[in-house]
């Protein structure tokens, strides 16, 4: 009897030992779960995170030396296994912008510390964006202050990153390549197909980032991490989720999102479903007449008419809905292997352009009776398997299976005409990526890997008259293609003293594209039929991370860029504007950007942190629209009208430089003060050897903000602003579209500078109901950021629920 006593007295001892080995971290001010801290030690190399009620099992790290607990917008902190016992596995992170040391998982596809990084990074935290409710993903990136956001319609937003936007900038959704072989030089909208309220965090690259994502990554990278399935940390099936529902008075906006996670020992599900409903955006009060909205077209009794609006200050029709699917699931088998399985859908309703309604003919009848773009779809399948082990080629293996679905569509009709395009654009885009790192003592490490990008392009065009119901085939907007990409890269990090890193790394990248344009040989005479190229990339970056002491960082980084010629670039038909036709080119080749950058970040006393970050790129062999001729003609007939011949070719140069700037104060336990402001100057060769603007370097833009923490309240009062261009600062091609933007004394277009007052607070009812409630654009202005064709929110009210369970 006494040895079962025994016996059950050392399995309870055991169990409580394991238990407490259970790390549980909470927020120093508010005591609420902090979710994704990482969790870390270098001897032994191990590494895990906080689920969503803040815990983590760490019985592995028993035999660590330090063991490190790093998040976003929290002071780090460094125990040993014995402390963190002693204090009952028990954890609080007091909040703090002004930490010098963070962690990034983008720079190298791979977790590492920020200080090891000589470029530039920026990261939003899930708590970040309860906080700030973004409408879309475009909206997370803009509501960061160093990402300039334009938009054509509601339904869009397309980012600028250093003087660089569109094509020249690479997204990733989970590590996989979002860009397709369709991304263009026009401002792009793709961005909105992401689900705010599933982005676990979101990070920006500035500069090249050609080496770890290949093409397009000349102006910068911007990677999203949607939320994974948490497993259960004991043997009990773990269940938890959350309901949130928001409204917002602007565009009066009605949406409700649903996740629910199920967590067993090894095997997890997360379920996450969003609706957003939109109506027409209305603009504020105080600003320039010319954005006003006071007629419209509609078609009544089958002729189109033009109607005046009764609120000029509402923009019609600008609405649409949208709703996002996310399943994924996860196993686990053992501590070195984790699977992970995600699928993604996305779809949008109709939505105007509301840019193109807005040009209108000498007679003051517009030019379109209709633009629209079609039902806009994303579907994403992803497999993922990640290893931990100390081999000999590699310490953790990631390998990834993706396949992605992207469907959009041109739908215009001009007005008083019975003829309407249909262009519908399919893309499957499949991938498959290896990636490894190596680490050796004292913290260098060797980052490698493999990738593969294959993108079937299909597109049609079809003609209706809607007057008869009859349809019939037209051109399309692009050839059937396939564009295909394999890559090896390598970047290796060296510590060359316990204060100074060395960082060179190499990407070798061939393409193959082959295009057939056999089917609008019956619409265009081109002098080709189908098309093969092949042509290869090599790029390199060298870059040095210095920190003379543990409140300073100096970094520096010289690296090259590249973007391939993509279906876009060799076998588009469009029309660009009013009287010119873009058509296929396939002579093209890769343009190259040379940048170099210097970094300084400067903690003092805890309280104050300083960054400052310039810049200069340099992009030669520029892919840009020029005249050309087909079959030795300069104009063809397009549309019933005779257009200008244009071609994307390699014929220009362009240069960007900029500065980055960033002060954030600590002015007390609850309240932080921080600025970020950005100024970047571009220019760009044309056609006749002259200099322009840049089009898409943004005017200086930037945010301060003043945040309150107490124990259940997190407010938040903020400014976001930009600066304008005068009709001669504009770039050429914007000065022929004066319909987005302000009009001058003396006739011409100009984009006027901007702000906005807001204001958001997030309230914790209890441990699971929370509220948000803000205003933003608080004064009311009306205003158009620079190069958008859409006017702004006016005044609005934003409130919000969420519930956990």
Same mark, same amino acid.
């Given at each position: 009897?006494?040895?079962? %006593?025994?016996?059950?007295?050392?399995?309870?001892?055991?169990?409580?030992?394991?238990?407490?080995?259970?790390?549980?971290?909470?927020?120093?001010?508010?005591?609420?779960?902090?979710?994704?801290?990482?969790?870390?030690?270098?001897?032994?190399?191990? $590494?895990?995170?906080?689920?969503?009620?803040?815990?983590?099992?760490?019985?592995?790290?028993?035999?660590?030396?330090?063991?490190?607990?790093?998040?976003?917008?929290?002071?780090?902190?460094?125990?040993?296994?014995?402390?963190?016992?002693?204090?009952?596995?028990?954890?609080?992170?007091?909040?703090?912008?002004?930490?010098?040391?963070?962690?990034?998982?983008?720079?190298?596809?791979?977790?590492?510390?920020?200080?090891?990084?000589?470029?530039?990074?920026?990261?939003?935290?899930?708590?970040?964006?309860?906080?700030? #409710?973004?409408?879309?993903?475009?909206?997370?990136?803009?509501?960061?202050?160093?990402?300039?956001?334009?938009?054509?319609?509601?339904?869009?937003?397309?980012?600028?990153?250093?003087?660089?936007?569109?094509?020249? &900038?690479?997204?990733?959704?989970?590590?996989?390549?979002?860009?397709?072989?369709?991304?263009?030089?026009?401002?792009? #909208?793709?961005?909105?197909? &992401?689900?705010?309220?599933?982005?676990?965090?979101?990070? @920006? %690259?500035?500069?090249? /980032?050609?080496?770890?994502?290949?093409?397009?990554?000349?102006?910068?990278?911007?990677?999203?991490?949607?939320?994974?399935?948490?497993?259960?940390?004991?043997?009990?099936?773990?269940?938890?989720?959350?309901? %949130?529902?928001?409204?917002?008075?602007?565009?009066?906006?009605?949406?409700?999102?649903?996740?629910?996670?199920?967590?067993?020992?090894?095997?997890?599900?997360?379920?996450?479903?969003?609706?957003?409903?939109?109506?027409?955006?209305?603009?504020?009060?105080?600003?320039?007449?010319?954005?006003?909205?006071?007629?419209?077209?509609?078609?009544?009794?089958?002729?189109?008419?033009?109607?005046?609006?009764?609120?000029?200050?509402? *923009?019609?029709?600008?609405?649409?809905? *949208?709703?996002?699917?996310?399943?994924?699931?996860?196993?686990?088998?053992?501590?070195?292997?984790? %699977?992970?399985?995600?699928?993604?859908?996305?779809?949008?309703?109709?939505?105007?352009?509301?840019?193109?309604?807005?040009?209108?003919?000498?007679?003051? &009848?517009?030019?379109?009776?209709?633009?629209?773009?079609?039902?806009?779809?994303?579907?994403?399948?992803?497999?993922?398997?990640?290893?931990?082990?100390?081999?000999?080629?590699?310490?953790?293996?990631?390998?990834?299976?993706?396949? #992605?679905?992207?469907?959009?569509?041109?739908?215009?009709?001009? =007005?008083?005409?019975?003829?309407?395009?249909?262009?519908?654009?399919?893309?499957?885009?499949?991938?498959?990526?290896?990636?490894?790192?190596?680490?050796?003592?004292?913290?260098?490490?060797?980052?490698?890997?493999?990738?593969?990008?294959?993108?079937?392009?299909?597109?049609?065009?079809?003609?209706?008259?809607?007057?008869?119901?009859?349809?019939?085939?037209?051109?399309?907007?692009?050839?059937?293609?396939?564009?295909?990409?394999?890559?090896?890269?390598?970047?290796?990090?060296?510590?060359?003293?316990?204060?100074?890193?060395?960082?060179?790394?190499?990407?070798?990248?061939?393409?193959?594209?082959?295009?057939?344009?056999?089917?609008?040989?019956?619409?265009?005479?081109?002098?080709?039929?189908?098309?093969?190229?092949? =042509?290869?990339?090599?790029?390199?970056?060298?870059?040095?991370?210095?920190?003379?002491?543990?409140?300073?960082?100096?970094?520096?980084?010289?690296?090259?860029?590249?973007?391939?010629?993509?279906?876009?670039?060799?076998?588009?038909?469009?029309?660009?504007?009013?009287?010119?036709?873009?058509?296929?080119?396939?002579?093209?080749?890769?343009?190259?950007?040379?940048? /170099?950058?210097?970094?300084?970040?400067?903690?003092?006393?805890?309280? @104050?942190?300083?960054?400052?970050?310039?810049?200069?790129?340099?992009?030669?062999?520029?892919?840009?629209?020029?005249?050309?001729?087909?079959? !030795?003609?300069?104009?063809?007939?397009?549309?019933?009208?005779?257009? +200008?011949?244009?071609?994307? #070719?390699?014929?220009?140069?362009?240069?960007?430089?900029?500065?980055?700037?960033?002060?954030?104060?600590?002015?007390?336990?609850? @309240?932080?003060?921080?600025?970020?402001?950005?100024?970047?100057?571009?220019?760009?060769?044309?056609?006749?050897?002259?200099?322009?603007?840049?089009?898409?370097?943004?005017?200086?833009?930037?945010?301060?903000?003043?945040?309150?923490?107490?124990?259940?309240?997190? $407010?938040?009062?903020?400014?976001?602003?930009?600066?304008?261009?005068?009709?001669?600062?504009?770039?050429?091609?914007?000065?022929?579209?004066?319909?987005?933007?302000?009009?001058?004394?003396?006739?011409?277009?100009?984009?006027?500078?901007?702000?906005?007052?807001?204001?958001?607070?997030?309230? *914790?009812?209890?441990?699971?109901? !929370?509220?948000?409630?803000? &205003?933003?654009?608080?004064?009311?202005?009306?205003? +158009?950021?620079?190069?958008?064709?859409?006017?702004?929110?006016?005044?609005?009210?934003?409130?919000?629920?969420?519930?956990?369970?």
């Amino acid at each position: 009897m006494k040895k079962i %006593i025994s016996v059950l007295i050392i399995t309870l001892g055991v169990t409580a030992t394991l238990l407490a080995q259970r790390l549980t971290v909470t927020d120093a001010f508010t005591g609420e779960p902090v979710e994704r801290a990482t969790i870390s030690s270098r001897e032994p190399r191990l $590494f895990t995170y906080t689920n969503m009620r803040g815990q983590a099992e760490i019985k592995d790290f028993a035999s660590a030396l330090q063991i490190e607990i790093r998040l976003i917008g929290y002071e780090p902190q460094i125990f040993t296994f014995e402390q963190l016992r002693n204090q009952g596995f028990k954890v609080l992170l007091r909040p703090s912008n002004v930490s010098l040391d963070q962690v990034t998982v983008s720079a190298s596809r791979f977790v590492e510390r920020s200080l090891n990084v000589p470029q530039r990074t920026v990261s939003v935290a899930q708590k970040d964006i309860m906080l700030l #409710q973004p409408q879309t993903a475009a909206d997370l990136l803009g509501q960061t202050g160093e990402v300039f956001i334009q938009k054509s319609q509601q339904a869009g937003g397309s980012p600028m990153i250093r003087g660089f936007s569109t094509n020249r &900038l690479m997204y990733t959704v989970d590590g996989v390549r979002f860009n397709t072989a369709i991304f263009r030089g026009g401002n792009i #909208q793709n961005v909105i197909n &992401l689900d705010p309220f599933v982005v676990e965090q979101a990070e @920006v %690259i500035f500069g090249p /980032g050609s080496i770890i994502y290949g093409s397009d990554a000349i102006g910068g990278v911007m990677t999203f991490h949607t939320q994974n399935p948490e497993l259960s940390l004991d043997d009990e099936v773990m269940v938890s989720g959350k309901v %949130i529902g928001r409204y917002s008075s602007a565009n009066q906006e009605n949406t409700g999102h649903l996740t629910l996670n199920v967590g067993g020992k090894t095997f997890a599900s997360l379920t996450a479903i969003s609706y957003f409903r939109f109506d027409d955006l209305r603009m504020g009060s105080h600003g320039p007449d010319e954005y006003l909205r006071r007629i419209y077209a509609t078609r009544i009794d089958s002729t189109d008419r033009i109607l005046y609006n009764p609120d000029p200050r509402v *923009q019609v029709p600008s609405g649409y809905d *949208q709703y996002n699917i996310l399943q994924k699931l996860r196993y686990r088998p053992s501590h070195k292997w984790d %699977i992970r399985y995600g699928f993604h859908y996305s779809e949008t309703s109709s939505y105007s352009r509301y840019d193109r309604l807005h040009r209108y003919r000498a007679n003051g &009848l517009p030019n379109s009776a209709e633009w629209n773009y079609g039902p806009q779809i994303w579907m994403m399948n992803h497999l993922a398997a990640t290893h931990h082990g100390q081999t000999v080629f590699y310490d953790q293996m990631t390998l990834s299976l993706a396949t #992605q679905f992207f469907e959009e569509s041109r739908i215009d009709r001009s =007005f008083g005409q019975n003829r309407r395009r249909n262009r519908v654009e399919r893309v499957m885009a499949h991938s498959a990526n290896a990636d490894f790192v190596k680490r050796f003592q004292e913290e260098n490490a060797l980052y490698y890997g493999l990738e593969y990008v294959w993108n079937e392009v299909h597109s049609t065009g079809t003609d209706t008259r809607i007057n008869t119901g009859v349809t019939e085939p037209a051109s399309s907007r692009y050839p059937n293609a396939d564009w295909l990409t394999y890559a090896a890269y390598a970047k290796y990090q060296h510590r060359l003293s316990d204060k100074l890193l060395l960082e060179v790394g190499s990407r070798f990248t061939a393409f193959e594209v082959s295009a057939d344009f056999r089917p609008n040989l019956d619409f265009f005479p081109f002098p080709f039929e189908q098309e093969n190229l092949s =042509f290869s990339n090599v790029v390199g970056n060298l870059g040095l991370a210095y920190n003379p002491d543990s409140k300073t960082k100096i970094s520096a980084l010289v690296s090259t860029g590249f973007r391939a010629p993509n279906v876009d670039d060799i076998g588009k038909v469009f029309d660009s504007e009013p009287g010119s036709v873009t058509v296929p080119n396939p002579d093209l080749k890769s343009e190259y950007a040379y940048n /170099g950058e210097l970094s300084v970040i400067r903690t003092f006393s805890d309280r @104050v942190k300083t960054s400052i970050t310039g810049y200069y790129t340099f992009l030669n062999n520029a892919l840009v629209r020029r005249n050309f001729t087909l079959n !030795g003609q300069d104009s063809i007939f397009y549309d019933g009208q005779l257009s +200008r011949v244009q071609a994307i #070719q390699n014929a220009a140069q362009a240069t960007v430089w900029g500065v980055q700037a960033l002060v954030e104060l600590e002015l007390g336990k609850r @309240v932080t003060f921080s600025t970020q402001a950005n100024y970047q100057k571009g220019e760009e060769e044309m056609d006749d050897g002259s200099v322009s603007p840049s089009r898409h370097a943004a005017p200086w833009f930037g945010v301060s903000r003043l945040t309150f923490r107490a124990s259940r309240l997190n $407010f938040q009062v903020y400014a976001m602003y930009s600066g304008g261009f005068t009709f001669d600062m504009l770039n050429v091609e914007e000065r022929g579209k004066p319909e987005i933007y302000a009009i001058d004394p003396l006739g011409r277009p100009y984009s006027p500078g901007w702000y906005t007052l807001n204001f958001k607070s997030n309230y *914790q009812l209890n441990g699971q109901v !929370g509220i948000t409630a803000g &205003l933003e654009n608080i004064t009311d202005q009306r205003y +158009r950021p620079y190069s958008s064709g859409i006017v702004a929110p006016g005044r609005n009210f934003v409130f919000a629920v969420r519930v956990s369970f």
